[in-house]
């Protein structure tokens, strides 16, 4: 059974522009979760999308947005990059408010 | 919402002796705490989870408990091995984890040869 993909392995930004990240569930999950691991913050949660709805959001600004396809894949657009988001993303997918298992990341580096 | 405290930052120990890593968090709605590995590169690896009905639960050589009184959990590794040696995060969340995970700051642990 293949784990949680995502797509790019690295993205280099410059500040002010857009970031689109994407994230492909485990076959059969429905849930996916972003994060955000910033270099001595640890994971902080982003976004939450079930069954095509965004379902809750951490303490992000509005910049940090998202979808959720008809396949279940989702995608994290980040706008008007900051410095600051430089950082690796995870998503993270699950059945039914079980399990996370999370994907190996991308990370965005804005310069 | 939810605030886990995770201690210590670094950990160091003797291959063959026992880490103990510890946990609090703030919400007395949360009802699941899972534990992930984290080696350098890598992805977040479920190791262990606990949920609010029971009091501990041991896989092999982890073990975690749960102290719903006072708020806090703990990971046991016994008989450390070299490849043990990761970042280990706990996390906690109401439910199964339906509103996200707040996780700890993390805890990087050396197994000393």
């Known amino acids: 059974e293949a784990g949680v993909t995502q797509s790019p392995t690295h993205l280099i930004k410059t500040r002010g522009q857009q970031a689109t990240l994407r994230c492909s569930p485990i076959s059969g999950h429905t849930s996916v979760y972003w994060y955000q691991q910033a270099l001595g913050l640890g994971l902080q949660f982003l976004l939450w999308?079930?069954?095509?709805?965004?379902?809750n959001r951490g303490n992000f600004p509005p910049r940090f947005s998202g979808r959720q396809f008809p396949n279940y894949s989702s995608e994290l657009n980040v706008n008007a990059l900051e410095l600051e988001d430089s950082a690796l993303y995870l998503c993270a997918s699950s059945l039914n408010e079980r399990e996370q298992f999370f994907g190996p990341g991308t990370r965005l580096t804005v310069l | 919402g939810e605030n886990v405290e995770q201690h210590p930052s670094t950990l160091s120990v003797q291959e063959g002796d026992s880490a103990v890593i510890k946990c609090t968090y703030s919400d007395s709605a949360s009802n699941y705490f899972p534990w992930y590995k984290q080696e350098l590169g890598k992805r977040p690896q479920l190791i262990i989870d606990i949920r609010s009905n029971v009091g501990e639960k041991k896989d092999q050589r982890i073990a975690v408990t749960l102290n719903k009184t006072a708020k806090h959990f703990s990971l046991h590794i016994t008989e450390t091995q070299p490849e043990d040696s990761a970042v280990y995060f706990c996390a906690a969340s109401p439910i199964g984890g339906a509103d996200g995970l707040t996780f700890g700051k993390g805890t990087h642990l050396i197994i000393q040869p």
């Open positions: 999308y079930d069954e095509g709805e965004e379902r």
